[in-house]
């Protein structure tokens, strides 16, 4: 398969743009999803933060520099991404707070509703803000599989809380019709993009989202820990009142009020003062994938992953897969069920190949399109054939479980 690949990479509009990436020699990185690359750019950009507008400005680059904007701006760039305005659109803070944020503003919105719907299995921070607020004697969680989700949306249900894509299984919801039965049953919708902006198209207007977080570390490459965004739709923005009310999200920070008087529109999201480097470092990872286009981005993904299944049945790897067959109703992954996933995920890091373990017994692997080629696929496949077939996961040092894979 590595010749077929060759000639794939060769007729790839978008191979050029893995020169914009670090990506370490002898490395096939295939968890982009937990950590998106390093774009060449973003090292010069923040010595010129550090350097110029820090060093020689001071606190005058929150002017000069733009520094009070940068929220609404890098906002700005990713929501078109994700099919939003771009004053629908902030930046701020982590995807858990934003999350806190969301959930009590939308349960002051539901006044006489408490519970919160999701499925169980979502992404853990997103069930546990839920049951913080419970604890607070402020929401109801309830938890049931996603085939029943339409049926227990009731009249006490406040808010439908779901991830896009599963950050396990990479499934997609259907945004669109459930969030239309949400809004039947007189409940809103906060949508979790955290595995799929940045990666796959994304429509929160045409789908008519209410709200809607995404984390800036996977697919947007913002770096560690990079800050998040949030949506809240035009129609919302005079309604919400989030319980943060930091000094940022004030109309007037800097008349210093002893009486908290929210920003109009989505600024009144902010909270504290905004991390200035994580906000520079982002805006380039966001501009960069923008200019590849999303469109072009998800052909290439879905290409790649197909590819990958290819080389795996080739190489007659038995693998269990627990994505969805069909690339359509994925995200930009693939997930497969093995007893040994933790050893097998281990074996390969030691080969150079990077993906990585969910519990108990998933082995997963991220495709960023950005900067992956189909010759990787190739090799990664190979690599995975040569672990499992000579028993390499069996060795000690790769089955002792460590606190972090």
């Not at 096939?28 to 690359?37: F, P, Q, T, V």
């Not at 305005?85 to 408490?114: C, T």
């Not at 809103?188 to 207007?205: I, K």
């Not at 038995?318 to 109703?329: H, Y």
């Amino acid at each position: 398969m590595i010749e077929r690949a060759r000639v794939l990479d060769a007729g790839d509009p978008l191979a050029h743009f893995r020169e914009r990436f670090h990506v370490p020699d002898g490395v096939i990185y295939l968890d982009g999803n937990s950590l998106g690359c390093l774009p060449r750019a973003t090292p010069d950009r923040m010595a010129e933060v550090m350097r110029k507008e820090w060093g020689e400005a001071l606190i005058r680059s929150w002017n000069s520099a733009g520094w009070i904007d940068l929220p609404q701006r890098v906002g700005g760039k990713i929501a078109p991404l994700i099919g939003a305005q771009p004053h629908e659109v902030i930046v701020a803070d982590s995807v858990s707070v934003n999350l806190f944020k969301l959930i009590s503003a939308a349960l002051m919105m539901r006044p006489g509703r408490k519970v919160v719907l999701s499925e169980p299995g979502n992404f853990p921070t997103d069930i546990y803000m839920i049951e913080g607020l419970e604890k607070q004697g402020l929401a109801e969680r309830r938890l049931v599989p996603r085939e029943q989700l339409v049926d227990a949306l009731d009249g006490d249900v406040a808010l439908l809380l779901l991830t896009h894509a599963h950050y396990k299984t990479g499934q997609l919801f259907d945004m669109a019709r459930l969030t239309q039965a949400a809004h039947e049953a007189g409940a809103l919708v906060l949508w979790d993009l955290s595995h799929s902006g940045g990666a796959l198209p994304v429509d929160l207007n045409s789908c008519d989202a209410d709200f809607a977080v995404g984390c800036g570390y996977k697919y947007f490459n913002g770096g560690p820990g990079a800050p998040a965004y949030a949506f809240v739709a035009e129609r919302h923005q005079d309604d919400i009142h989030q319980p943060l009310s930091g000094w940022m999200g004030h109309a007037q920070p800097f008349a210093f009020s002893d009486h908290y008087e929210p920003a109009p529109g989505v600024d009144r999201l902010l909270c504290g003062t905004p991390g200035i480097l994580a906000l520079a470092a982002l805006e380039v990872g966001v501009a960069l994938i923008a200019e590849i286009g999303v469109e072009r981005l998800h052909a290439k993904s879905q290409a790649l992953s197909e590819f990958f299944r290819q080389c795996l049945a080739e190489a007659g790897v038995a693998l269990d897969l627990v994505s969805p067959a069909d690339p359509a109703a994925r995200g930009s992954q693939l997930s497969f069920r093995h007893p040994e996933a933790y050893a097998i995920c281990q074996a390969l890091i030691a080969r150079g190949v990077i993906g990585d373990f969910r519990e108990p017994d998933i082995l997963r692997f991220g495709f960023a399109p950005a900067y992956l080629r189909f010759e990787d696929m190739a090799e990664a496949a190979r690599h995975v054939s040569d672990v499992i077939d000579a028993g390499e996961w069996q060795r000690a040092e790769f089955r002792e479980r460590a606190a972090v894979t």
